[in-house]
């Protein structure tokens, strides 16, 4: 029987060992942990201001590997505490294997609608985490 030859563009070998685990680098824990501490660093402090100021809530809603860009994929919900929530933030990370961001990430999957106090009027946050790597 012939030997197979190792293709030198399969990095999937060369990123587990022959029983599934990941070599070295980030485990899932890690990416979460990750996505995160990423998530809290760059997405502010809150949202309104004197007695309206909310903190920021993020909640990892999944997290798992992506087969397809062989990355963590972890995706994360954020919504002002205290506040009537009408659509929580949603944003998609990709955490390398041996840790960072793949570029372009995080991704907005869906914009933050909520309301301070009864009577205002509905308040939008797009642009709360940026792709900023972390130092």
Known sequence: MAEQKKDPFDKKEDLFTPTGE???GYDL????AYALEHAKKTGGEGVGRGKDARPLIWEIEKA???DDAECWEVVLSVQPA???VQQKGIWLYHVRPMGGLLPGTPLLRQELLYTLSPGSSPSRRTGTAT????S
């Not at 792709?131 to 972390?134: D, T």
């Open 22 to 24: 990941l070599k070295g």
């Open 64 to 66: 798992g590997w992506d």
């Open 131 to 134: 792709s900023r790597s972390m």
């Open 82 to 84: 205290r506040a009537q």
């Open 29 to 32: 824990g890690m990416a979460r």
